[in-house]
């Protein structure tokens, strides 16, 4: 009884705070939660290589319950990458050992743009990570978070062939060709929105819209080019489950990232979060928004900062704990329990 009702407790903590509803505590995760940080992964990771670990259905929900349990966090986001969708777009991905992606042959021509798929099949391409959701959902005791790239990042990493400092092919195509910039994104959007659909249908009780390299563009640039195709993708699961928008390096956006969609705005720490949730408006809830390299400062620094951020979110509902970015893999899990363990502490109403 007792532990049914606890149980219940650590599911809604998380969820209301998503509806901005008061909770008993501020609900904290962390974006990169489980990855090459932790032990127990560079064990699995010793045995198959990433991408053989996203595919399988029972490691992923391995991975994905070993971060909660691990680290005591109160939501938990499904193993996966945002890429994985490129498979069935058509765009031949690998990732080099200790690299990030690699794109084989980088979108650059209008042939290879034309030939992108109108629809895809996500259950015969991306059924794995329906499956994957299915087995965490079975073994979580906190809810589980699908997600995907937007369309602007994942474009990004076709043209560009890999992560890129300054996106020039990327807004060259963008601003040379607005219509099949428009047309590609369409494509990438509409995949997307049948993605996360089918991660809902899954199991998925919340969806996060990563769009981590959004900050490379000003507002007006965003919003002509940008944000109609992540508002497919949002609008797509809008009303099945609470959304998280989430971008980074460039707060100007928040307006913009706001009117394109999203439950919930993840903010990075390029601005204190009062001011960031103040240009997003109250009426939206916000994630965020500890700087990342925190967690490699000494205890008690670190600590001080997430008491910071608390001191700004100033208790309201609708704030959900995080970094502003993922967490780096030089940081210890000792670390990641303690600030975990600090939040937990401080915010308890
Ligand atoms: O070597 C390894 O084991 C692979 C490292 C790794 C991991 C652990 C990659 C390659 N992806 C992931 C998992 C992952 N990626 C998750 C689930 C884990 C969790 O959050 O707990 C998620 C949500 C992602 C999403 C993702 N992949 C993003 C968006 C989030 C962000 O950090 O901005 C991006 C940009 C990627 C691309 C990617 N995949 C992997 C790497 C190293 C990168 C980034 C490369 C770059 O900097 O361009």
Redesign the pocket.
């Known amino acids: 009884m007792w532990l049914a009702l606890c149980q219940s407790l650590r599911v809604s903590v998380f969820l209301d705070a998503l509806h901005k509803r008061p909770t008993s505590h501020t609900p904290i995760w962390l974006?990169?939660?489980?990855?090459?940080y932790q032990a127990s992964?560079q064990a699995i990771?010793q045995k198959v290589d990433?991408l053989e670990?996203c595919r399988t259905p029972e490691l992923a929900c391995q991975v994905?319950v070993d971060?909660v349990d691990q680290l005591g966090v109160d939501a938990a986001?499904?193993?996966?990458?945002?890429?994985l969708i490129l498979d069935p777009l058509g765009v031949d991905f690998s990732?080099e050992k200790?690299m990030?992606?690699k794109i084989a042959t980088p979108l650059r021509e209008n042939a290879q743009i034309d030939a992108i798929p109108d629809e895809i099949d996500v259950e015969a391409s991306l059924g794995y990570v329906g499956e994957s959701i299915k087995l965490a959902r079975a073994a979580l005791d906190v809810p589980l978070i699908g997600?995907c790239?937007a369309p602007f990042?994942l474009a990004s990493?076709a043209i560009e062939g890999?992560?890129s400092k300054n996106y020039h092919k990327t807004k060259q195509f963008m601003l040379s060709d607005e219509p099949r910039w428009h047309a590609l994104m369409d494509k990438f959007a509409r995949a997307l929105g049948a993605y996360v659909s089918m991660q809902v249908d899954a199991g998925a009780q919340a969806i996060q819209v990563?769009d981590?390299?959004i900050g490379c563009l000003g507002p007006l640039d965003y919003d002509r080019y940008v944000a109609p195709h992540t508002k497919t993708v949002l609008d797509a699961v809008q009303g099945r489950v609470p959304t998280i928008h989430f971008g980074?390096g460039n707060p100007e956006l928040y307006p913009s990232l706001k009117k394109a969609g999203g439950d919930v705005i993840g903010v990075d720490w390029r601005l204190p979060l009062d001011e960031a949730w103040s240009r997003i408006g109250e009426d939206r809830a916000v994630m965020g928004n500890l700087e990342p390299a925190t967690l490699l400062a000494p205890k008690d620094v670190m600590c001080a900062r997430a008491t910071e951020v608390l001191k700004r979110a100033a208790g309201r509902p609708g704030h959900v704990f995080n970094l502003g970015?993922?967490i780096m893999p030089q940081t210890t899990v000792d670390q990641v329990k303690c600030l975990v363990d600090h939040v937990h502490e401080v915010s308890a109403r």
């Open positions: 974006m990169r939660q489980a990855g090459r992964y990771r990433f670990l994905t971060a986001i499904i193993f996966a990458d945002i890429l990732f200790g990030g992606p997600f790239g990042t990493y890999g992560g990563f981590s390299w980074t970015h993922g």
